[in-house]
């Protein structure tokens, strides 16, 4: 690269790029040869359709001229990314794998050690606990990438990050298949009384009785909401002698045997199980009360994994002292403490809290529905990969504050060729600049998409030459609609 060209830069704050070597020929051979690159590179360009619940997997082939080529940011030095509050060490090693330098560090850092630091860095990494805020954003001059190792982005001011043209990601599936195990578990624990005898047990009392205690051979489980977590549910359930019906508001293809049933009501009248699975939304608020309780059959159980705004728990524990229902499983709820300790799930919380726990057949847990080792990894895996995809191919799917936007991979073949990533504005106008500027080179492909204020394109360009690739770079920072423009190559 004869002329120096920016790696990439915000029109508001300018950036001040550090100078350094770009990556070197051996460390991207070496990052190519990486089985994991290779998923990312797979993975590029083809995420699956939603509704497939990314049960699919996509094979690269190494060695062939079509094999996608790694690209660098351009002119980049080292990027470096700050990952804090003891995330994965799987992400701490992939994103080390990929050239990046990555600083570790396992607490949480304040908002003013935040500010004070992270204008050094290209992505952050945190879990719940460090808060994003406005004023860091405003001093994270070359931040391109926030990556939320947790399910939420609570923590993260997500208006002031896509003012300031910054992905940010998370991984909200990777604990799907441990809710699905303690659901299991959960069936088996209220057909069998299973938490009653074991408190009687702790108290010194024997208490062997088999009145009103069931085998789940040849139940049927109701599955309120056949997403990721119901869906795996039906095939574990299945797989322990259970028959499964589902509801849900879109048409979804039954897994195995299951079928989908006509209606909610259809469902809470023929169920031995309801558990639901359905995600908070004004529509789920409540879902279940007093009404579709007494729908339920009588003795039947409910499970409760998915988010507490779902059940009405009063009229919950209504039908448990009339004992209408046989029992119910509850893992989350309207309100909840904000951390562990004595004595902090109570009435002063939630007015019902000592009535619920009176009751017979009932298991109270404290949202562990997805805390387990396995899903801590796999948010590693997840959001590490979000991370490196985007950095180094502007591939935004999964992102929570931008559109979706992927190009299929540059291929080894086309050593010419550019991707730029231009996030911009949503403006009337802001296609027809670019369009201007690009429009007298070859585009081999385009797509843009937009989010609100904010939109997104990338575009590769081929047979472009050094003083192109400047010319290109300088015109588009140029332009009245853009937030931030960064060229791979
Ligand atoms: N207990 C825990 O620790 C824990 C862990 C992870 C997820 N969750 C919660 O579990 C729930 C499900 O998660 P998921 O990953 O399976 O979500 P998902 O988005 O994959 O699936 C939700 C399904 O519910 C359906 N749905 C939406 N509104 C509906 C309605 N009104 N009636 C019927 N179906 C409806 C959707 O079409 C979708 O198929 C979410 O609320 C999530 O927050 C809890």
Redo the contacts with the bound molecule.
């Keep these: 690269m004869t002329a120096p060209v920016q790696a990439f830069t915000r029109a508001k704050p300018a950036t001040s790029p550090r100078d350094a070597s770009p990556f070197s020929m051996m460390a991207m051979q070496q990052a190519i040869a990486e089985p994991l690159a290779q998923e990312i590179v797979a993975l590029e360009g083809q995420s699956p359709p939603s509704h497939l619940?990314g049960r699919t997997r996509s094979v690269s082939i190494p060695g062939s001229s079509k094999a996608p080529r790694m690209l660098q940011p351009v002119n980049m030095d080292t990027i470096r990314i700050l990952l804090l509050e003891n995330v994965s060490q799987g992400a701490v090693k992939m994103l080390r794998e990929q050239g990046f330098e990555v600083d570790f560090y396992t607490g949480a850092w304040g908002e003013d050690e935040l500010v004070e630091k992270i204008g050094d860095y290209h992505a952050i990494g945190i879990r719940s606990k460090t808060r994003l805020t406005r004023r860091v954003f405003e001093a994270a001059h070359q931040l391109l990438v926030v990556g939320c190792f947790c399910?939420g982005t609570n923590q993260v001011d997500l208006e002031a990050a896509t003012k300031h043209g910054i992905a940010v990601f998370n991984s909200?599936?990777a604990?799907?298949r441990?809710?699905a195990e303690?659901v299991i578990g959960e069936l088996v624990c209220l057909s069998r009384q299973l938490a009653d005898r074991a408190m009687e047990m702790r108290q010194g009392t024997w208490n062997k009785v088999s009145k009103g205690c069931y085998e789940l051979r040849g139940k049927l489980l109701g599955i309120?909401?056949?997403?990721?977590?119901?869906?795996q549910l039906s095939v574990l359930a299945e797989s322990m002698g259970m028959r499964v019906i589902y509801?849900?508001?879109?048409p979804?293809m039954p897994l195995g045997s299951a079928r989908q049933a006509d209606s909610?009501e259809e469902l809470l009248s023929t169920a031995d199980f309801v558990s639901?699975?359905?995600?908070?939304?004004p529509?789920?608020r409540g879902?279940i009360g007093a009404k579709e309780l007494a729908l339920m059959k009588p003795g039947a159980y409910l499970i409760n994994?998915?988010?507490g705004t779902?059940v009405d728990i009063p009229a919950l524990v209504d039908s448990l002292k009339s004992k209408h229902l046989g029992g119910c499983a509850v893992?989350?709820f309207p309100r909840e403490p904000a951390k562990n300790g004595e004595n902090t799930f109570n009435d002063e919380l939630n007015s019902w809290a000592s009535e619920l726990q009176k009751q017979s057949n009932v298991i109270m847990t404290p949202?562990?529905?997805?805390?387990t080792e396995e899903a801590q990894r796999m948010i590693g895996i997840e959001v590490g990969n979000a991370l490196c995809r985007y950095i180094l191919y502007g591939g935004s799917t999964g992102a929570v504050n931008f559109p979706e936007v992927n190009l299929r991979p540059i291929t080894e073949q086309e050593t010419r060729s550019i991707r730029i990533c231009y996030v911009h504005h949503n403006q009337p106008g802001a296609l027809l600049a670019v369009n201007e500027i690009i429009g007298s080179h070859n585009v081999d492909k385009q797509s843009t998409d937009s989010l609100k204020d904010l939109a997104y394109l990338l575009a590769d360009i081929s047979d472009v030459s050094e003083s192109d690739i400047q010319d290109i770079y300088s015109r588009l920072t140029k332009t009245p609609a853009c937030i931030l423009t960064r060229l791979l190559s």
Excluded: W
Excluded at 247 to 250: E, K, N, T
């Design positions: 619940h399910i909200p599936f604990n799907s441990s809710v303690l309120v909401g056949y997403g990721h977590i119901g869906s509801h849900d508001v879109l979804l909610l639901l699975h359905v995600p908070e939304l529509e789920t879902m994994n998915s988010r779902v893992d989350v949202h562990i529905g997805g805390s």
